[in-house]
């Protein structure tokens, strides 16, 4: 079946930007992930949903980090007046229920200019 | 609160030599552990996982890790590397009371022909 996608793979931006993140987990998990790997380091947690909620957003650097997983499907995570330091590896994963296996997506590579 | 050490960053072995690759991890109640593999511009896939029981894990390409609770240890092991096993490898710990995954640095691996 098909796995976790993330889109756009790639995205350019200016810093001060606001840019949008989409997940499409795994059809069927209820517990959705995302991570962040900034270069030379293993994936660090930022947020993870339980159905459509937030069960533990303690890895947001901030509050201009935000997800949001309405239907309990698709996730975005939000990013407003993006930072020269926000660029990175943004990861989503999900898994059949929480503390299940994670299965990860490709990323998304963000660049703040 | 959960931890993992890999202390090597960069490994590099001849083609048909065997490769042990370290992980240390911290957590309070009975770990999951996990070995993920990330190739150039690829995702994070899952070689392996120990959630109880047999305390030797097979997983997928010929890899096999042990966990040790005594020394706190899940190192990953394969008798006889093949050059696309050059990627980078990393150790992760999570758990039910922790649905979150605490990942290590990460271990390059480099394969010499």
């Known amino acids: 079946g098909a796995g976790v996608s993330q889109t756009p793979s790639n995205k350019v931006t200016e810093k001060g930007k606001y840019v949008e993140l989409r997940c499409d987990p795994i059809?069927?998990?209820?517990?959705l992930y995302w991570y962040r790997q900034s270069l030379g380091q293993g994936p660090e947690f930022l947020i993870y949903f339980q159905g459509t909620g937030a069960a533990d957003d303690s890895g947001l650097p901030n509050d201009r980090f935000f997800a949001v997983r309405p239907e309990g499907s698709v996730s975005t995570l939000k990013i407003q007046r993006t930072e020269r330091g926000d660029s990175a590896v943004y990861l989503c994963a999900s898994s059949l229920s929480w503390g299940e296996t994670q299965y990860f997506g490709p990323g998304t590579r963000l660049l703040v200019l | 609160a959960q931890s993992v050490t890999q202390p090597d960053i960069h490994i590099t072995v001849s083609e048909g030599a065997s490769l042990e690759l370290r992980c240390n991890y911290s957590y309070g109640a009975t770990p999951y552990l996990f070995w993920y593999v990330q190739s150039p511009g690829q995702g994070l896939q899952l070689l392996l996982k120990?959630?109880?029981?047999?305390?030797l894990v097979q997983g997928i390409k010929g890899f096999e890790a042990e966990f040790k609770r005594s020394q706190s240890s899940f190192n990953l092991r394969k008798p006889s590397v093949h050059w696309s096993d050059a990627a980078e490898y990393f150790c992760a710990v999570g758990g039910t009371s922790y649905g979150k995954l605490t990942f290590g640095q990460g271990t390059i691996l480099t394969v010499h022909p």
């Open positions: 120990y959630f109880s029981g047999d305390t």
């Open positions: 059809s069927g998990h209820t517990a």
